[in-house]
């Protein structure tokens, strides 16, 4: 079934402090592109309370896009209308599907995912010095590690207080601003494949496997504390700066060897504190895994005592 604007829509309303004219918008480019979905960079006229144009991100749907997709842009709309915290993308506007396509308009981060990110420092720090030299800004130093994912806690701490179970923790669902701030983006139901191999194909939708407590796996039981154990597999990407986890596995396998206590080992360049937490966040028993508050803690007494 194609997208029909027209179909029933009845359900949905977009509240009209949140509604965004049209015109103020001037498209730019194409960040970023999905099965369904498309993130493209804008200029806003007027937007959120600031004068003149401000650099906006869109996102929006392709033609061919299936009537559930609408739903859940609408829904992230809706979940995303809610949260208002500096380590959370913040929604600026909405233009709405009565006079052309659904935009959800979010806060520009201009320095992308923080997979992506972490992927070319990679590159620019093991292969080409001269490359790092032009960006000195591009260096990622242990500390700044410590500093994403103590972000990262404080954001998703603030998500856990309000209720909000993000399902799909991951570094290519964090956004990082100019002066590299982490946001968590892609929360709620919404999930797009931008990243081929992350999601596994299931009859229900696309299930990012690798990311997913065992408890989630099995029972599609999805709480803030299945989040932490999302947030666990997070901290091995910053280590490895964007390796895919459970290197060689097959997803297929991955249930069976969680279940029988397998785990990641430590990544050789990880400090022993840190691979604890990760340990801690990987721990069968959803209680006793650690709360985001007692991460961020942690995470900041290990800022504070190495300065
Ligand atoms: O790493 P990237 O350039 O950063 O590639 C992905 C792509 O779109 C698909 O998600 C980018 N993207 C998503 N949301 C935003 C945003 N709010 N600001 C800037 N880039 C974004 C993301």
Redesign the pocket.
């Known amino acids: 079934t194609s997208l029909d604007p027209n179909s029933d829509t009845k359900s949905v309303k977009v509240e009209t402090k949140w509604k965004f004219p049209r015109q103020r918008i001037v498209i730019e480019q194409l960040?970023?592109?999905?099965e369904f979905g498309r993130?493209l960079?804008a200029k806003a006229f007027n937007i959120a309370g600031k004068p003149g144009y401000s650099l906006v991100?869109v996102?929006t749907l392709k033609p061919d896009a299936r009537k559930q997709d609408f739903y859940d842009l609408l829904s992230e709309y809706q979940l995303l209308k809610q949260v208002h915290h500096p380590h959370v993308?913040q929604l600026l506007g909405v233009c709405t599907h009565e006079d052309g396509p659904l935009y959800v308009i979010?806060?520009?981060?201009?320095q992308?995912?923080l997979?992506?990110?972490l992927r070319k420092t990679r590159h620019i720090m093991t292969s080409d010095l001269r490359l790092l030299e032009d960006n000195p800004d591009h260096r990622v130093t242990p500390r700044d590690i410590l500093s994403f994912a103590r972000q990262i806690a404080c954001g998703m701490s603030y998500l856990s207080d309000i209720k909000l179970v993000h399902r799909d923790l991951a570094a290519?669902n964090i956004?990082l601003s100019e002066n590299r701030v982490c946001?968590i983006?892609?929360f709620g139901l919404t999930r797009d494949i931008?990243e081929d191999n992350a999601y596994f194909k299931k009859s229900k939708g696309r299930v990012p496997v690798k990311w997913m407590a065992p408890e989630s796996l099995a029972d599609h039981l999805y709480t803030t504390k299945s989040d932490v154990w999302s947030y666990g597999i997070l901290l091995w990407e910053l280590v490895t700066l964007g390796a895919t986890p459970y290197p060689g596995v097959q997803v297929e396998n991955l249930y069976h060897l969680l279940k029988e206590g397998y785990r990641m080992e430590k990544p050789s360049n990880c400090a022993t504190s840190l691979y604890a937490l990760m340990k801690k966040c990987w721990n069968v028993r959803p209680d006793c895994r650690p709360s985001f508050l007692e991460i961020y803690d942690f995470l900041d007494n290990l800022l504070t005592d190495s300065i």
């Open positions: 960040l970023g592109e999905g993130v960079k991100a996102k993308i979010i806060e520009y981060a201009s992308g995912s997979r992506n990110y290519r956004l946001k983006s892609d931008y």
